[in-house]
């Protein structure tokens, strides 16, 4: 009865063992999400009130001007997209978005094409 215990719990491991082997994905390269990640200008740039490039202006960030954080885009950049993506398809996801930013203390609007990741 014993030796048939221990082939059961031997047995039970080695499915234990070949599930999680199995079930491992892939080691991908890890793109964290636009949130999380600092930006840049590509040159000075408006801060807007509202999302509209007609709205009104409440100061400028300067090109260059690093450490830029995205608060959030309109439409939205779905996470997974953003680190799925290439730089190329990074970029054309902000080219069609209007995105709100936190730089040298203001929080304002930006068309989502002046911004570049990194």
């Known amino acids: ?3 048939l215990y221990t082939t ?4 039970k491991a080695a499915c234990a063992v070949a599930f999680l082997v199995g079930s491992a994905a892939p080691a991908q390269a890890f793109s964290p999400a636009p949130h ?15 999302m509209d490039p007609d709205s009104q202006a409440i ?4 090109r260059g001007t ?4 995205v608060l959030w885009c309109e439409p939205a ?9 290439t730089p190329d398809q990074q970029r054309a996801l902000l080219d ?22 990194g």
Not at 8 to 11: F, G, K, L, P, S
Not at 59 to 62: I, K, Q
Not at 98 to 114: F, K
């Open 1 to 3: 009865m014993r030796v």
């Open 8 to 11: 059961a719990r031997a047995v």
């Open 36 to 50: 999380e990640m600092p930006f840049h200008t590509l040159s000075d740039i408006e801060l807007r009130l509202e």
């Open 59 to 62: 100061g400028t960030v300067r």
């Open 66 to 69: 690093g450490d830029i954080r």
């Open 77 to 85: 950049i779905p996470s997974q997209a953003w680190q799925d993506a």
């Open 96 to 117: 069609t978005r209007w995105c709100e930013i936190e730089a040298d203390g203001l929080v304002g609007n930006v068309d989502g094409r002046m911004l570049s990741p």
